[in-house]
């Protein structure tokens, strides 16, 4: 059996997932026309080249693009890559990319782990993100907490299995920014299969929004969901629709 902790990336990744995946938000830079928002996210991971290395690439039109060299040993995890981002926010003009050059590496085993990741703008000659991160894992509970944005805010979360059968699984995050007048927001969401095609989600936070999701799996590597959220602090309370479209090779 491996001790492979992972990579770091992987530190709380089962909590995002329920809580944020296949849900109804784009990145940065994005295709706007009107009142519709929406991306292209191509991603691809080679077989080994080397014992233990494998090349994994993605492309998110039109905000980004990465290349990285991955290598999982016994007790650690290393990724080393380049990636290009848009200079702009929100809808795409075409002003352009600046080139990053990413490092981030985990240590420990599939038990306990902690890491840190680094984010290098070449383009301003800055340090564009530094982060830390450990995780307790077991078959049922996993906790992790993180440090983001240069240290400048704090992350705590757990992800609880009820039924590994029907995917019954509960999450909770605690997202704490030191800067932004301490800002904190809660978020909370389950998931449960009703049939081995179909997964249901819901979520919940501090800032009165609820967001809902029913996944499809229509053929074996084609997953289809429709996603809808409510701020009712808004004067329009259903504040976002949206559809994502996943085919597995």
Avoid at 89 to 104: C, E, I
Wanted: aromatic share 12%; with cysteine; hydrophobic share 40%.
């Amino acid at each position: 059996m491996s001790n492979c902790p992972g990579l770091y990336q992987d530190i709380g990744k089962k909590a995002r997932d329920l809580l944020y995946r296949d849900y109804a938000h784009q990145p940065k830079t994005h295709f706007h026309y009107r009142n519709i928002k929406w991306n292209f996210d191509l991603s691809c991971e080679t077989p080994e080249i080397l014992p233990g290395v494998t090349t994994f690439f993605r492309f998110t039109i039109p905000d980004s693009c990465k290349v990285e060299l991955r290598f999982l040993g016994d007790y650690f995890g290393i990724a080393a890559g380049v990636e290009m981002q848009a200079c702009e926010q929100g809808p795409f003009r075409g002003k352009g990319y600046n080139p990053f050059v990413n490092l981030s590496g985990l240590a420990g085993n599939t038990f306990f782990s902690l890491g840190t990741d680094i984010s290098f703008n070449v383009a301003t000659r800055n340090f564009d993100e530094f982060s830390a991160g450990l995780s307790f894992n077991s078959p049922f509970l996993i906790s992790a907490l993180n440090l983001d944005d240069k240290l400048d805010a704090v992350k705590a979360s757990c992800h609880y299995t009820f039924n590994p059968l029907t995917t019954t699984a509960i999450a909770a995050e605690l997202n704490h920014n030191f800067s932004e007048n301490g800002a904190t927001t809660v978020t909370v969401g389950a998931q449960h299969s009703f049939f081995p095609f179909t997964l249901m989600k819901v979520r919940v936070n501090n800032e009165a929004k609820i967001g809902g999701l029913i996944r499809m799996e229509l053929w074996e590597k084609l997953l289809v969901a429709a996603t809808g959220e409510l701020d009712f602090r808004a004067a329009n309370k259903i504040s976002k629709i949206g559809m994502s479209i996943n085919f597995n090779l």
